[in-house]
């Protein structure tokens, strides 16, 4: 099996990429609004990435590096459960809350002044 640290470094490294591809992929692409001014005679730089255009090549593009990020989150989430796994293992003694001892009629002792 995998050294967790070098999983988690990798994937970390994979995320950053990922979110970083995504934010600069949605800043490229042309709104829907953008297209109005294509009848003007502005639309002949579609013709850069095929006959489809520009939108459906990086609208799957974002499509499949988004679902990159969400993959590399879930193992960024799993790194993160095996860590509080492993120092719950070494003996760090777990936060337990204290109970305010109660009355017989059943109210909260630590509300009543003392005398």
Do not use: C
């Not at 990429?17 to 109005?36: E, H, N």
């Not at 989430?77 to 809350?97: D, L």
Request: hydrophobic fraction near 45%.
């Amino acid at each position: 099996m995998m050294d967790l640290d070098l999983f988690e470094q990798l994937v970390l490294v994979i995320h950053v990429i990922a979110a970083l591809s995504v934010i600069g992929l949605v800043l490229i692409q042309q709104g829907k609004g953008a297209d109005m001014g294509s009848g003007f005679g502005g639309g002949a730089s579609n013709t850069v990435f095929g006959s489809g255009g520009a939108g459906n090549f990086l609208t799957r593009l974002t499509t499949w590096i988004a679902i990159a990020f969400f993959i590399t989150s879930f193992g960024l989430a799993y790194v993160a459960k095996q860590r509080s796994e492993t120092m719950s293992n070494q003996g760090i003694p777990q936060v337990q809350a204290i109970e305010a001892p109660v009355t017989s009629d059943g109210k909260d002792q630590s509300e009543i002044p003392e005398l």
